[in-house]
């Protein structure tokens, strides 16, 4: 048997570990359950497990696989949320996205300059300014530079992109980006390396109630289709869109209704916007970003409301023309359909009044909220990728109450997360790492900034089987040994985890994983145990997924996207029907 604590010290995920995870899962007692791998639910694991409670993590799909992959990525404190005059946030989220980048993910997180164009004269700059110097203020000692103003000249020697026209000068400031898939994949391994047990591919299918309390949760192996039950003192709700369904799961009247708003995003290559730094633009409902990630931009997003399936949300041609129209009002050279690499596209988990109807999402709030409807089930939701840490904190105090033992107070403020130690030694390590492993130089300096201070342990099989040193198929800014380890240490189990989570070749390559998909299936099927059939049905399945997604994103409207985009198969089918409330 091996278990999380079996598979290393450093919390690897891999079929091996997940079945030793499943046999404790079903046998032990935990003090918490947490329901759901997004980052709340790793966020909420890293956090008991650093309290000393015995937790266990399920998620039904992969690590990640709901809104935590498809947010902006951006670390910041929100700059629209000072407008709603919401300071308590913004001071709170600069806090996080400070912690991030100097403390507890350095190797995930970097500083990002934003450029904000103004367009009108006299009022506007005093305005904008203002706000970026209470951001500036709420951040306090903060490790990014200081807002700065700027003439049109020095705006377009940044960026000159930018049509002249279109602006009278500007604002830069900074913020910071991440990978999200990749940080809640990282936060949850951390969990695991710190003793959580952590299981994906698990869906949670009901709650064991006794005597009006919670008590535990009936589980299904989505993979094998095998089924248990879970006894734990506290199950802790962390399902983001899918929160009513836990509730509905305890019998008792949601005590907050999470409205999800579609957001849609674009990448777009780094060359067709010339600058140095990413754009901050002003909609008539929000803002839209341009944030430079990798060699790519990113480029969103919408904020509208989605009622229809929350599996698999589809955009629609209308979400990107309303990127491209907002986007191109600044820039000199209009981008146009051909320069768009990737889409892909997320539901916010907002919360509304139980009994709100509101049609515009973007005035809902963007703060959490906890709930502990009945003895034994907490529930979280709402928040910012941001604050996943404090929505943590406050979950499980909550929880605390619940428990037969005096819980000590958070720690994670002092938990860096897995890669974090050794990542600044191993920046200026690269090209001794380059030489010892004979790769390229670029190769090792876009791993140390996925991996951090664990590359070594990513590169160490390429010395037994060089061919893990290749670059993937149609995607040359990833290696083979990238894919190895996403099976043996990152918990991937199916492709499409590997090629739109563990990387992002599903919306940073042109074919969106089509030319990759066959070579990596190869490598991972043994380690996976595929016969050559279901290796086939992975391509074919990764295949359909690519072609439905191209085919509703040239649809009018949410509802007939959504109705092709569900034609593409399933790699996971889940035990419930999740739509049915
Ligand atoms: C377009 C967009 C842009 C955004 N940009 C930003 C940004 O730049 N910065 C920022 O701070 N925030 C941003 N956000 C918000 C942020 O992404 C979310 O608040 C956050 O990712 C929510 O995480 P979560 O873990 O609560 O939900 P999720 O990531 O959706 O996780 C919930 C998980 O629960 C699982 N689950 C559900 N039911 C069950 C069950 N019965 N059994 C087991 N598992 C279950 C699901 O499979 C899912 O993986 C953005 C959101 C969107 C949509």
New binding site residues.
């Given amino acids: 048997m091996n278990t999380n604590r079996e598979a290393g010290a450093r919390g690897a995920l891999n079929p091996a570990q997940r079945n030793g995870a499943w046999d404790a899962l079903v046998t032990d007692q935990w003090d918490i359950l947490v329901?759901?791998?997004?980052?709340?639910?790793?966020g909420v694991a890293l956090d008991a497990v650093t309290r000393g409670l015995k937790v266990a993590l399920?998620?039904?799909?992969?690590?990640?696989?709901?809104?935590?992959?498809?947010?902006?990525?951006?670390?910041?404190g929100?700059l629209r949320y000072l407008e709603m005059l919401d300071f308590g946030l913004v001071r709170e989220?600069l806090h996080e996205r400070d912690l991030m980048l100097e403390k507890l993910a350095p190797h995930l997180v970097t500083p990002v300059p934003f450029l904000y164009p103004l367009k009108h004269r006299v009022w506007e700059r005093p305005y904008v300014g203002a706000g970026l110097l209470l951001y500036d203020v709420l951040a306090g000692r903060s490790p990014l530079p200081r807002h700065r103003h700027l003439t049109r000249q020095q705006a377009l020697r940044r960026a000159p992109a930018l049509r002249s026209s279109a602006f009278t000068g500007a604002l830069q400031y900074y913020d910071a980006a991440t990978d999200?898939a990749r940080h809640?994949m990282m936060l949850a391994r951390t969990a695991a390396a710190y003793g959580a047990c952590v299981l994906t591919s698990?869906?949670?299918?009901g709650l064991v109630i006794e005597d009006a309390h919670v008590v535990g949760a009936h589980v299904c192996d989505v993979e094998s289709g095998r089924i248990g039950s879970v006894r734990a003192r506290v199950v802790v709700g962390?399902?983001?869109?899918?929160s009513d369904?836990?509730h509905e799961m305890a019998g008792v009247p949601s005590p907050y209704h999470v409205r999800a708003?579609?957001?849609?995003?674009l990448l777009v290559p780094r060359d067709r916007i010339e600058s140095s730094t990413g754009l901050i633009l002003r909609t008539e409902k929000s803002v839209l970003f341009v944030i430079p990630w990798g060699e790519h931009w990113v480029v969103?997003?919408t904020?509208t409301p989605w009622d229809l399936s929350l599996e698999h949300p589809a955009a629609t041609r209308a979400d990107i023309d309303y990127i491209l129209d907002h986007v191109n009002e600044v820039l000199l050279q209009p981008l146009t359909d051909d320069d768009i690499v990737g889409v892909y596209?997320?539901?916010?988990?907002l919360l509304a009044p139980a009994n709100s109807d509101a049609q515009l999402t973007t005035t809902l709030s963007r703060e959490h909220q906890v709930a502990h409807p009945v003895p034994g089930l907490v529930t979280?939701?709402?928040?910012?990728?941001?604050?996943?840490r404090v929505m943590a904190v406050d979950t499980i105090d909550a929880a605390a109450t619940d428990l037969p033992l005096v819980v000590p107070v958070s720690v994670t403020e002092d938990v860096p997360l897995l890669g974090a130690t050794g990542y600044r030694a191993t920046r200026n390590r690269e090209a001794a790492l380059a030489a010892r492993f004979d790769v390229p130089l670029e190769a090792v300096s876009r791993m140390v900034g996925r991996y951090g201070g664990l590359v070594e342990e990513v590169l160490q099989p390429t010395l037994a089987d060089t061919t893990l040193a290749e670059a993937v198929p149609g995607a040359p800014q990833y290696l083979m040994a990238e894919m190895r380890y996403g099976v043996t240490h990152e918990g991937a189990l199916h492709l499409d985890d590997l090629l739109a989570r563990r990387t992002r070749i599903s919306v940073d390559t042109p074919h969106r994983g089509v030319e990759s998909a066959p070579a990596v299936a190869a490598l991972v099927a043994p380690l996976l145990g595929w016969s050559a059939e279901q290796e086939q049905e992975e391509v074919t399945a990764y295949l359909q997924r690519v072609e439905r997604e191209r085919a509703s994103q040239a649809l009018p409207t949410d509802d007939v996207a959504q109705s092709v985009r569900s034609q593409a198969p399933d790699s996971r089918p889940l035990a419930?029907d999740?739509e049915a409330l």
């Fill in positions: 329901v759901g791998g997004g980052v709340t639910g790793a399920v998620e039904s799909r992969d690590l990640a696989s709901g809104t935590s992959s498809r947010s902006s990525k951006l670390f910041h929100g989220a999200d809640t698990t869906e949670v299918t962390c399902t983001g869109v899918w369904f836990l708003s579609k957001g849609v995003h969103g997003t904020d596209v997320g539901l916010r988990p979280v939701a709402g928040g910012k990728y941001t604050t996943y419930t999740r």
